[in-house]
């Protein structure tokens, strides 16, 4: 039998008392992370409300600017990157105590809100891959230079079909040589 209450889910704690457990653990968090978490976990529900509620036309408003199926990462200074691990930090731990609902999507959603609202450059992609003959699974994360924000590493296992960046990136000038 296993001595850790996590490992025995017998032994877990039920009702209350795992929201006492879970409420303690929270406030162990230092002050900015744990507002960052309770902020990850309103905007997780409302990212979900949007996502049923909302038609996707006008959800891809939000998602920054289409690149089409061009798969770029925008480069990130220390800083980005410091920013956008604290955002998957707070991402993850929003999700410890998150309904299974909040899937890539909602997480893709909300990692994209906090690195706008930061000013961070970053990249939204979407991606598809097949799932047996007749099945399609789909995928959303969101990268900081080469840093997973959410979604981990998409590219590994996912075709992008569509990529949004917080910036225009700028396609390579070609020239045309001759008259």
């Not at 296993?2 to 877990?12: F, G, I, L, Q, S």
Request: with cysteine; glycine share 8%.
């Amino acid at each position: 039998m296993a001595k850790n209450p996590k490992e025995d889910p017998r032994k877990r704690p039920r009702g209350l008392a795992r929201l006492a457990a879970k409420s303690a653990a929270g406030l162990r968090l230092p002050p900015k992370l744990l507002l960052a978490v309770l902020a990850s976990w309103v905007l997780l529900f409302v990212a979900r409300a949007l996502i049923i509620f909302c038609p996707t036309r006008w959800l891809a408003r939000f998602y920054g600017v289409d690149q089409g199926v061009g798969a770029a990462l925008l480069l990130a200074d220390h800083g980005a990157l410091r920013a956008a691990a604290r955002v998957r930090k707070a991402i993850e731990i929003a999700l410890r105590s998150c309904p299974a609902w909040a899937n890539c999507y909602p997480q893709a959603l909300v990692a994209r809100f906090w690195l706008w609202a930061l000013g961070h450059p970053h990249v939204l992609f979407f991606g598809l891959r097949k799932n047996g003959e007749r099945s399609v699974d789909a995928h959303a994360w969101v990268m900081v230079g080469a840093l997973p924000v959410t979604g981990g590493d998409g590219f590994a296992q996912f075709t992008v079909v569509r990529c949004y960046s917080s910036q225009p990136v700028l396609a390579a000038q070609t020239r045309r040589d001759g008259p």
